[in-house]
């Protein structure tokens, strides 16, 4: 295994413990007592900076592409720890994505989730992704169709919906990004009510605005930047 240098380490956890930190108030100011998750999104970081993550308490890995996921696998297999993909997924990647990830957080329509569920050698876990912020270049579904998708997707062998992800409105206005959470929050909500009760995850929010997303209920950040450094 290519380990970590001394260095490394401490500077990823040193990160990492800042990161915790705004994690903790930003839930405390939101009044919640209930988990936040830190997924650390690894694109494009090296297995040893991964492994300094994993050594300082990380538990949660995302990866975007399934060539990265797959590559970085063996480097990682003797630290416990849970890998979701978090970027687009192809249908002819979808057997080496399900193989290598425990959790599918960007399943954006029913084909996606059926080819998923024909290759799977196991229950699987999924995201409904949504796109939230309405911007032409994000992926996700419709907001208006994500209940239904979340409701399909879920009447089908070996998946298991565990919730929603967005990839929020990128905007300074601060007001706007909350409102793009809030969506999904109201989603999730109706998906919970609707008869999905293990629908419950919501992804969002990553190094630049995690505080807001966890003032609109996010149980899952996603972080990258901010513990391993700008790409
Ligand atoms: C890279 C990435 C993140 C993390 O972004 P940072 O700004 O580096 O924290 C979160 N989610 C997705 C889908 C990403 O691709």
Redesign the pocket.
Known sequence: MPEPSALRVRLVAGRLARVRERVAQAASRAGRTDDVAILL?A?TSPVEAIRAALGAGASLI?E?RVQELVAKAPGLADLPHETHL??PLQRNKARAAAAHAQCIETVADLRLAQRLSDVAARDLSVMIQVNTSGEATKSGCDPDHALDLAVATAAIPHLRVTGFMT?GLNSTDVRAVAQSYARLRAIRDAAISGGLPAARHLSMG???DLEIAIAQGATIV?????VFGSR
């Open positions: 999104a694109k995302g975007n978090i970027g990839i990553m190094s630049g996603r972080v990258g930047s901010a």
